[in-house]
């Protein structure tokens, strides 16, 4: 029975392995009656579907199509992020004992194929080698079950994929190695070999690979928990003149609400009462706290940094500023196209094609061959399907995507997936954030110009020790600055922050301000003297900051947020390989251009929000641009989700990290240049792997059905079939390996 009203239902997806996988879910949860969207998110093997369907049949139609449907039913996202977790984990163990059971019993097998012969000839070889056969259809029923059942599924909609490969060439291999065993007589003695270490080490060996995706896939959903993470899970609301604390979940629109220093404000609002500077950098990116007075608005899971204040809830549960940057992360990652396994692409062609070859060698076998002609069929048929095994054509892009990924991290370049570092090859615009990405993120003292023959360090001791009751980022690079100068810090007393001003303070017997003109203007100081040389020091993108004692100018110091020392370099990089370089800012216009002309970027936008910044990235990719977004920040979320390629700085927050795609550790942007050299040359090496697959099957498809045997009587038995199989698995493994000695170019 459906439900009465519409509603948003999350389910755990178990056995989709491929992208192809994805279209046929959401095909067969849309037919569900009451079914309105359907939305799957490979990355986390999560689908949410909106409408009145019952869960029931929901679960049945995914069931119908071979998957399986778990409904997550945890109370909070929390909880059902941690039952994803769980159940991501039990997959991973699961994939790891198949991978350990079917290796177990190929790799001995293999072993004792390359010291002896594995013809059956005897009575006392048939019977061991019946055993054998098994133990080895054990194990390809408990650790190959899910790739018959795909296959099987596969056939029923009437599409080949990596599945119905594997279940063709360990099926094929091991009913002809049990033909040999049980009737061998019906085979030209030639032909009487098994081939059960084929069946075996095919499923252990993409066992193994299936886990490796699943191990890397498996933080995608930390973005999420991290951001969730960044909300209170309690408010203090104002009612009938009392203050209480109570569940966020609890607090209504419109109710008056409190937050006090340090902590963090629970929903969106406007502020009613009281001035206080806020720690909005998970929002805007910029370290600088803002002052908030009667009238501002403030957001949910910013940090409230000094004074308290009182605010009207304007925006609250799934309304509010970070609901909306969760929601943008996930949807991103849900409409993200999935890039299909290149493999699987050529199945759908290559299986059939085989499938139709080995018919019609049969049926010509049994027609027109010598006798005995069926067991001329037999063999061609077999040895047909046999060098058309997966085992190399499965092994050509993991391997190259494994080694690719590994060479990456030697450089400090941490990558999520194979379809990141296949991407990253064909970027054709990057987008960088300023702050913590072309910069360091940092402010640090750059200036410091003295007036009236003060003394520079009096100036920095007693800078220093009056900004040391601040917790403002300007104030402790001064005080860092300081600490580096080994200068002692003395305590200051009548401490005052002045709110959008600066502070004051005495110490001494003497009156210290620190602060902007502002602070100057209204203690009567004049600054003559020094504006033009602050208004130069604006306009490189510094903070100028007076100070001054009694009545009296003593100096300007300014701070800013250096610009990395190969930032420019790197840029450089990128725009020789003809990638767009595009800035994005919240930081403000005048600002954005000095760091803009430092670095050689043309094309930057100031004063930018986390949904402009994603918008940015899907405005750009509407035109056909393959964007790249590179950031450090929490507000960067939803743009590195959004890009096609998302790359992290790793010095930035954890929820930028777990929102993209590549992670630079080094937090150097040359390693942008690193990383695309190195997808440049994975894909190289995946392309040439994919020809040293096949060019042995496809070549040896035509032998094995017997063309050259009316002209020169070649048959291809079996055994070379087999040999055939191994070289180029051997061919595809040691090519991939050459990647190793790949290094990027810095030009």
Known sequence: MSNNKDTVQNFIIEGANCGSCVA????????????????????????????????????????????????????????????????????????????????????????YGLIFDMSVTTNAQRIGWFIVGIVTLVVMAIAGKQFYNGAWQSFKNHTANMDTLIALGTGTAWLYSMVVVIAPSVLPEVARHVYFEASAMIIGLISLGLAFEVKARGRTSEAIKRLIGLQPKTARVVRDNKEQDIAISEVLKNETVRVRPGEKIPVDGEVIEGRSSVDESMLTGEPMPVNKSEGDTIVAGSINKSGTLLFKATHIGSETTLASIINMVKRAQNSKPSIGRLADVISGVFVPTVMIIAVLAGLAWLNFGPQPSIAYAVVAVTTVLIIACPCALGLATPMSIMVGIGKAAESGILIRNGEALQTTSKITTMILDKTGTITEGKPTVTDIINFNDSDKVQVLKLAASLESGSEHPLAQAIVSYTENEDITIEKVSDFNAVTGQGVTGRLNGQTLLFGNEALMSQHNISIAEAKEQAEQLASAAKTPMYFAIDTQLQAIIAVADPIKDDSAEAIKRLQKKGIHVVMLTGDNQATARAVANKVGIKDFIAQVMPDDKASEVTKRQAKGEIVGMTGDGINDAPALAQADVGFAIGTGTDVAIESADITLMRGSLQSLGDAIAVSSATIVNIKQNLFGAFIYNVAGIPIAAGLLYPFFGILLNPIVAGAAMALSSLTVVTNANRLRFFKPSKS
């Open 24 to 111: 046929k879910i959401e095909k067969a949860l849309k037919s569900v009656s009451g079914a309105q969207r359907v939305e799957m998110n490979f990355a986390d093997r999560s689908v949410q579907v909106e409408g009145n369907a019952s869960s029931a049949e929901l679960i049945e139609a995914v069931e119908n199509i071979g998957y399986k449907a778990k409904p997550m039913n945890s109370e909070s996202e929390q909880d059902a992020l941690d039952e994803k977790a769980k159940a991501d984990n039990a997959h991973y163990k699961k994939l790891m004992r198949n991978m350990v059971l079917a290796l177990g019993v190929g790799a001995p097998l293999m072993l």
